[in-house]
Nanobody
Framework: QVQLVESGGGLVQPGGSLRLSCAASGRIFRLTSMGWYRQAPGKPRELVALIITTRDSITYSDSVKGRFTISRDNATNTLYLEMNNLQPEDTAVYYC????????WGQGTQVTVSS
């Protein structure tokens, strides 16, 4: 069983930065992708950033491109999301996702951008 545990969320002022972490544990086979999604109140969950491990490629949503950076540490099975120049519209619960032959989600971490 794969488990994902996110950390690093919090309250930050507009223009500030946060770094999210997602620690993966368990037996991981045929890893296809790892990514970050977010869900704001009253809105559907949306993709933020994705690493397609089988192609070694990265993609970002247009709304975060140039501000957010996704990365991973293969040695520790940890996924990161560096978020800079945060804006109030970035406020959401952020979820880590890992896709193998199954879809795994973390419990989510709240990010609130407010002055």
């Amino acid at each position: 069983q794969v488990q994902l545990v996110e950390s690093g969320g919090g309250l930050v002022q507009p223009g500030g930065s946060l770094r999210l972490s997602c620690a993966a544990s368990g037996r991981i086979f045929r890893l296809t992708s790892m990514g970050w999604y977010r869900q704001a109140p009253g809105k559907p969950r949306e993709l933020v950033a994705l690493i397609i491990t089988t192609r070694d490629s990265i993609t970002y949503s247009d709304s975060v491109k140039g501000r957010f950076t996704i990365s991973r540490d293969n040695a520790t099975n940890t996924l990161y999301l560096e978020m800079n120049n945060l804006q109030p519209e970035d406020t959401a619960v952020y979820y880590c996702n890992l896709y193998t032959a199954q879809n795994y989600w973390g419990q989510g971490t709240q990010v609130t951008v407010s002055s």
